[in-house]
């Protein structure tokens, strides 16, 4: 590999799959500069001590505990099942998706105790098991590397176990969702021995801080609007009061602009209040980060 020893952080990402534009995008809103990286192995970045490494997302959970890269972005669905001796850092809050049981519609799975003694066909064999054993299931796996939701067609299995996330590709396929046995999204891993190391724990400290702002940012909105000045205390009560809201005289002097930062989805539990009060104007606006 290109690049090795520049005192950079190496970050495995996916090279070409549902986690890459995402994973490149986080990069972006933390202020982390990537060029060319098309085509590349390695590409490092212009304005953050850091070097992205492309590969298949199967392959990251290894290298990370390998030491080939010292921190990578996967599904938390692949690291449990590689078992790899990594940590996991913090949640990233995208590539959401289930590992969920299936089955035909003359096959019914109401409960778990419905897979005894029958075959299930999977590309997560390790999940499948550990959850089998927990729940004192004896069933075959079957054991597949993809398109595992034609295995009860084929007759090669009674059931799947896959993820899911709209359902589409189930429904395609004729089979229905029974019950999730794991809940996936991306995360970001570290092995142990890269944590100790100063230097890189330092440049991995600067990088959390700044995926933590985003993600508070992702929870939050930018509100501003024009009040009535006589409604104004009845919607300062209304507005969440962990930081002060700024309020902003107008030319009109009847009306005042009220700013705040809320949660995403709390306007719509207040819109029809503030509307009431005589509020106009009314802005939601992203934020892209969050400094604490
Ligand atoms: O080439 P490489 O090995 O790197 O990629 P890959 O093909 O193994 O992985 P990829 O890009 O498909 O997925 C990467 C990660 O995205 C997975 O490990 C999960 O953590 C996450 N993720 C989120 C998903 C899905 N959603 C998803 N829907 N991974 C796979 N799927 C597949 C699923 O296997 C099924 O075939 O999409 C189909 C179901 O989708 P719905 O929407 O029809 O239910
Ligand atoms: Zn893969």
Known sequence: MENNNNGNLKLAIQKKGRLTEKSLELLKLCGIDIENYSERLVVSSQNFPIDLLFLRDDDIPEYVQDGVADIGIVGENVVREKEAQIEVLEKLGFGKCKIMMAHPQNMPLNDPKDLNHKTIATSYPKILREYLQTNGLNSKIIELSGSVEIAPSLG???????????????????????????????????????????????????????????????????????????????????????????????????????HAVIPADYIWSIVDVLKQEGASGILLLPIENMIP
């Open 156 to 258: 090669v299995a009674d059931f799947i176990c896959d993820i899911v996330s709209t359902g589409n590709t189930l429904m395609m396929n004729k089979l229905k969702k029974g019950f999730a046995i794991f809940e996936s999204q991306a995360v970001l891993i570290s092995a142990e021995k890269t944590i100790k190391d100063q230097e890189k724990s330092a440049i991995i400290s600067d990088l959390v801080r700044r995926i933590r702002s985003v993600q508070s940012a992702r929870r939050s909105r930018y509100l501003m609007m024009n009040v009535p000045k006589e409604a104004l205390p009845k919607i300062m009560h209304l507005l969440p009061s962990l930081r002060s809201p700024t309020v902003v005289p107008l030319a009109d002097e009847t009306l005042v602009a009220v």
